[in-house]
């Protein structure tokens, strides 16, 4: 199973981004869960956004508004959709999915793609 993240890059503040994470090796059936997380340099992983096989969604008290998650279950995909960006939201953002069925209890994680905001 891999995931693979893309969309990073340097923006302005106030601008957006489109993060992208692919499944492969797992149909997204086999998902249950899958969410974003960010880590910045000093800082410790945390949560922005995660959503459910069934389209439940919840993100970190920081986002306001200003991202939102969803998934693409035919592709395999999920994406965050990321407006009004600020430099404190420069991090690593990886993707997470759990597994269910054959994967259940399993975790895995992608990649992580940098996304910088400069002011």
């Known amino acids: 199973v891999q995931l693979q993240a893309s969309g990073g890059g340097l923006v302005q503040a106030g601008g957006s981004l489109t993060l992208s994470c692919a499944a492969s090796g797992i149909t997204s059936s086999s998902i249950a869960n899958m969410g974003w997380y960010r880590q910045a340099p000093g800082k410790q992983r945390e949560l922005v956004a995660r959503?459910?096989?069934?389209?439940?969604?919840n993100y970190g008290d920081y986002v306001e508004g200003r991202f939102t998650i969803s998934r693409d279950y035919a592709r395999n995909t999920m994406y965050l959709q990321m407006n009004s960006l600020q430099p404190e939201d420069t991090a690593v953002y990886y993707c997470n999915a759990e597994g269910s069925n054959y994967f259940r209890g399993r975790e895995y994680w992608g990649q992580g793609t940098l996304v910088t905001v400069s002011s």
């Open positions: 959503i459910s096989r069934l389209g439940t969604t």
